[in-house]
C-alpha cells in the first residue's frame, strides 16, 4: 500500500485564488511528522510546512497552512492568494517516528501551475 | 548561511560504468541522506547518515551503490556498474540534527545511463 498518496497529478489555477493540494497518508505509529516540500524547476527541494501527528492546531507559515485531519488520515496544503511562482512541483511526504530512523516518505507530487 | 553543495550538476555515462558524486551538507548539520528521485516520481530515501555512522541504508541497493560519510561532514555515493534504471536524479538533503523538522536540500545530481 502507498504510504503517502497525491491524487492530483496536475492543476491549473487562477493567479491570486486559494489552492488545495490533497494529500492522504498511511501508517500504524501513533507518532509521525507531515510535511510539505515545494521543487520549481531548478530541482531544488524546498521546505513548506511541518505537521507534528500530536500538534491540536493545523500548522501555517504564511501564505501555507496544513490542513490536519488525523481521523480521515489527510494533510492537506492550503495556498491562499496565489502567485505565478507558486508554480511548481508539490511533494507532501511522512517521517514515520517508529521505526529508528528518520528519513521521509514522499508521495509522487502534484504539478500546481498558476495562470494569470 | 551556505546551502547543500552537490556535485557535478550532470553526468552522462554508459551502462556498466561506475559514477560517483559528492555532498557537502550544511556546516553543523549532523543529519545527511542521499535520495534517489527518478522522473515523475517523488524522491526516495537511499541511505541516512548520523556524523559518520549509517542509521538506514535498507533501501540501498549495496550490490552496486556505495556511499561514505568518513569524517561526518561531506559524503560521497557511488554506483558501480551502472544501469539504465539508476538514470535518476539523486538528492543530498541535510538536517541539523535527527528528528529535526527542517531537511535542507540540495540542487541534485542528474544521471543519465545510456
Known amino acids: 500500500a502507498q504510504k503517502i498518496t497525491q491524487t492530483q497529478p496536475g492543476m491549473f489555477v487562477q493567479e491570486k485564488e486559494a489552492v488545495t493540494l490533497d494529500c492522504t497518508y498511511d501508517?500504524?505509529?501513533?507518532?509521525?511528522?507531515l510535511f510539505w516540500y515545494k521543487q520549481p524547476s531548478s530541482g531544488e527541494m524546498i521546505f513548506l510546512i511541518y505537521?507534528?501527528?500530536?500538534?491540536?492546531q493545523n500548522a501555517t507559515e504564511g501564505r501555507y497552512s496544513l490542513n490536519f485531519q488525523k481521523a480521515r488520515k489527510s494533510a492537506n496544503l492550503v495556498i491562499s492568494a496565489s502567485q505565478l511562482g507558486d508554480s511548481a512541483m508539490y511533494f507532501c511526504?511522512?517521517?514515520?517516528?517508529?521505526?529508528?530512523?528518520?528519513?521521509?516518505?514522499f508521495g509522487k507530487g502534484t504539478h500546481l501551475i498558476i495562470q494569470p | 548561511e551556505a546551502g547543500v553543495a552537490q556535485s557535478p550538476r550532470y553526468k552522462i555515462i554508459e551502462k556498466r560504468q561506475s559514477v560517483a558524486f559528492w555532498c557537502n551538507p550544511i556546516?553543523?548539520?549532523?543529519?545527511l541522506y542521499w535520495y534517489q528521485q527518478i522522473l515523475g516520481q517523488g524522491p526516495k530515501l537511499l541511505i541516512q547518515?548520523?556524523?559518520?555512522?549509517?542509521?538506514?541504508d535498507s533501501q540501498l541497493p549495496k550490490d552496486r551503490f556505495s556511499a561514505e560519510r568518513l569524517k561526518g561532514v561531506d559524503s560521497t555515493l557511488k554506483i558501480q556498474p551502472a544501469k539504465l534504471e539508476d538514470s535518476a536524479v539523486y538528492l543530498c538533503?541535510?538536517?541539523?540534527?535527527?528528528?529535526?523538522?527542517?531537511?535542507?536540500f540540495g540542487s541534485g545530481t542528474q544521471l543519465s545511463v545510456l
Open positions: 538533503a541535510s538536517s541539523l540534527d535527527r528528528g529535526h523538522e527542517k531537511l535542507f
Open positions: 501508517t500504524s505509529d501513533q507518532s509521525y511528522g
Open positions: 505537521q507534528g501527528s500530536y500538534d491540536e
Open positions: 511526504a511522512m517521517r514515520e517516528e517508529g521505526r529508528g530512523a528518520d528519513g521521509l516518505t
Open positions: 556546516s553543523g548539520h549532523a543529519t
Open positions: 547518515f548520523q556524523n559518520n555512522g549509517v542509521v538506514d
